[in-house]
């Protein structure tokens, strides 16, 4: 089957780093993507990493190993408005995501 | 750019009444249109994909009769939850995909704001 594991929840300090990581095992691969969920909203994309190494977009970084199956969204400068739920999402053979729970944030003054 | 909109964004109806959520895409052309429903605390699930002036394509357990889906246009799809019951409050959200992008956009989906449905 397949599969998309992410932590459940993680806590981190303002002002600091954190790396939320994401493995899966999926029926084909057509790219990795990373969601930005606030309480009561709807998903917001971040990025989208389809050859293996480092994507950069200002605080947030985006890491795929596609040989691993394993992706990172890495936030530095932790700012209290990073307090979010984070989606890990693979796209299949098929075309069709394949949605992980989500990593809950929470950031603590 | 690739903004979707939702309307409405709240709705409260009697059970047994019908609500249709409009999805649209504001500035781009989308021939993929999909449709989340998320309860409390759990994550998306995808109820179907919409693909413009073709039939929906269900999710397993979705009814097809019940969850009714038009893509009408390269801009607008509607869901339509007929006869409502009180099981069927959730967040719905719709999402679209770009298809004239280059390779990363053809790929992204992009979701509207969400439509949160209440039935009484």
């Not at chain 2, 009697?14 to 994550?43: H, N």
Request: neutral net charge.
């Amino acid at each position: 089957g397949q599969n998309i594991d992410q932590p459940t929840e993680m806590t981190a300090t303002e002002g600091a780093i954190v790396q939320i990581n994401c493995t899966y095992q999926t029926s084909g691969f057509n790219g990795l993507f990373w969601y930005q969920q606030h309480a009561g909203e709807a998903p917001t994309f971040l990025s989208y990493n389809v050859l293996d190494g480092l994507e950069e977009k200002g605080r947030f970084s985006s890491f795929l190993s596609r040989s691993k199956g394993y992706s990172y969204l890495l936030l530095k400068e932790l700012q209290m408005k990073d307090s979010a739920s984070y989606l890990c999402a693979v796209m299949d053979s098929n075309y069709q995501l394949i949605w992980g729970a989500g990593t809950k944030l929470i950031i603590k003054p | 750019g690739a903004v979707v909109s939702q309307h409405p964004s709240w709705v409260i109806c009697k059970s047994g009444t019908s609500v249709k959520i409009e999805c649209r895409s504001l500035d781009f052309q989308a021939t993929t249109m999909f449709w989340y429903r998320q309860f409390p605390k759990q994550s998306l699930m995808l109820m179907a994909t919409s693909n413009e002036g073709s039939k929906a394509t269900y999710e397993q357990g979705v009814e097809k009769d019940k969850f009714l889906i038009n893509h009408a246009s390269l801009t607008l799809s509607t869901l339509t939850v007929t006869s409502a019951h009180p099981e069927d409050s959730s967040f719905y959200i719709c999402s679209a995909r770009d298809a004239s992008g280059g390779t990363t956009t053809q790929e992204t989906q992009y979701f509207g704001p969400g439509t949160r449905l209440l039935v009484l």
